[in-house]
């Protein structure tokens, strides 16, 4: 099988390192790819945001599967122009993909199918954000306000927040871009992200994995696209993806299904495990990125022909899903001033071992590798429990040199420490 995978981040890596050790994958190429694919797929250039392109690029490298990484191209339609051409493709078509590209089209989703969210209020204007506000902070006194851009930005269109000076600069600052805007009700309770598999109609969930969204260590400073992740959750109560898989991921490829938008690719679930019951915080059309970095190192089963199988419709013949014992853990190393102004353009050494995931990096044209993105390195480790996992992800990021990059030092710390409760 030719497998070409769409996208250049750590995400893409990982898939392409899984990939590369499926014995049924005869050519594997990674579009654009980055410094870090290159050793396990061959690089082919193409512009992500234009579905024809990839479309084109797939009929002519003859690929039997083509793989799409990241949301903006499935958001465009690179999937259904795939298929158009002929070509079996793993993920959602656009309509399918407004699961993630629209908040409040995934909220309707969720309200016909029954799937517990948290409350939201759709804003359209900068009198109706003080109404909101003040009808959430009735509800809900002292919790922090939560104020999102309903579109597709990156990990960065949210803020959590009591500062309720600041909640409203952020909801008139998406307003004022032309965005529309969603408040949502607080969700307390730790957070999962959980991954299935689907091609329209069967759902097959993998590990469930946590992933940290914020800059610093104790989850202090911005959100980011994401700065570390690990899995399996040893806190995670018994039964969990059994739930998830029953409340929430069933009913929503069902319900897309019904109306007549089937949902095949890979659907992530953003959970809060909150005092009053699990609840879907988001929902993405992709692998989430730094989740799959831990996820795809554990699973035993090869991985073209799962995603084959969802993109032609065959997962129900599926064998039951096999994992390796043990737990991986991935630190995101990030470019200085990631997220909010990132400085490219640095050289980067010691990025060539082993877990070693490229995120953005390019060659330079002395085939050096130089920073290319925010997130530079998704360092990973596997190791037979999760402190061996952290520790072992940690000496390997002690080995890499870019100079002032950042990474948090408490990836999977509290899940080591046993300090995770759900309530
Ligand atoms: P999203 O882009 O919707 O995933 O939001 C990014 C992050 O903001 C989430 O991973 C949560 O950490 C936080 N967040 C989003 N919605 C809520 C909510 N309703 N309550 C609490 N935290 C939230
Ligand atoms: N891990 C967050 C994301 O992929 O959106």
Redesign the pocket.
């Known amino acids: 099988m030719r497998v070409v995978v769409i996208g250049s981040g750590a995400r893409e890596h990982a898939l392409c390192v899984a990939l590369s050790s499926d014995p049924a994958v005869s050519a594997l190429a990674c579009a654009p790819g980055n410094a870090g694919t290159r050793s396990v797929a061959e690089p082919l250039p193409v512009d992500v945001t234009d579905p024809d392109a990839i479309a084109a690029l797939a009929v002519t490298w003859r690929a039997d599967l083509v793989v799409v990484g990241p949301e903006v191209p499935l958001v465009a339609g690179a999937a259904d122009a795939v298929r158009d051409a002929g070509i079996a493709c793993f993920g959602p078509s656009a309509e399918a993909a407004q699961l993630e590209g629209s908040?409040s089209f995934a909220k309707h989703v969720m309200t016909a199918a029954g799937v517990p969210t948290?409350r939201?209020w759709p804003v359209g204007g900068p009198a109706e954000l003080e109404t909101a506000l003040d009808e959430v902070a009735q509800l809900d006194p002292g919790a922090?306000y939560?104020v999102?851009d309903d579109g597709l930005?990156a990990?960065?269109?949210?803020?959590?927040t009591t500062d309720r000076d600041a909640a409203v600069a952020h909801g008139r600052a998406v307003l004022d871009a032309g965005g529309a805007v969603l408040i949502?009700?607080?969700?307390?309770g730790p957070?999962v992200s959980l991954f299935a598999l689907s091609d329209g109609t069967t759902v097959l969930p993998l590990v469930p994995a946590q992933?940290f969204?914020?800059r610093d260590d104790g989850d202090a400073g911005p959100?980011t696209g994401g700065m570390g992740a690990y899995a399996p959750l040893p806190w995670a109560p018994p039964g969990l993806v059994d739930e998830v898989l029953a409340t929430v991921l069933q009913p929503t490829v069902d319900e897309m299904a019904r109306r007549g938008e089937p949902f095949s690719g890979l659907l992530y679930a953003?959970l809060?495990l909150t005092s009053r019951g699990l609840?879907v915080?988001?929902f993405?059309a992709r692998f989430g990125d730094p989740e799959t970095q831990v996820v795809l190192p554990l699973l035993e089963t090869p991985l073209a022909g799962l995603l084959h199988a969802a993109a032609t419709g065959t997962l129900a013949d599926v064998p039951p899903l096999r994992w390796r014992e043990g737990s991986a853990v991935t630190v995101v190393v990030a470019a200085p001033g990631y997220p909010e102004a990132p400085r490219t353009g640095g050289p980067v050494t010691g990025a060539d071992g082993d877990g070693i995931l490229h995120a953005g990096t390019s060659l330079a044209p002395d085939g050096s590798v130089v920073a290319a993105g925010g997130r530079v390195l998704a360092v990973t480790a596997v190791g037979p429990d999760l402190a061996a996992a952290r520790q072992a992800a940690y000496e390997r990021v002690a080995g890499v040199r870019l100079a002032g990059a950042h990474w948090r030092t408490d990836i999977a710390l509290a899940a080591v420490e046993g300090r995770i409760t759900v309530g």
């Open positions: 908040k948290a939201a922090p939560v999102k930005a990990g960065k269109g949210v803020i959590v949502e009700e607080y969700l307390d957070e992933d969204k914020r959100n953003g809060a609840r915080v988001e993405n």
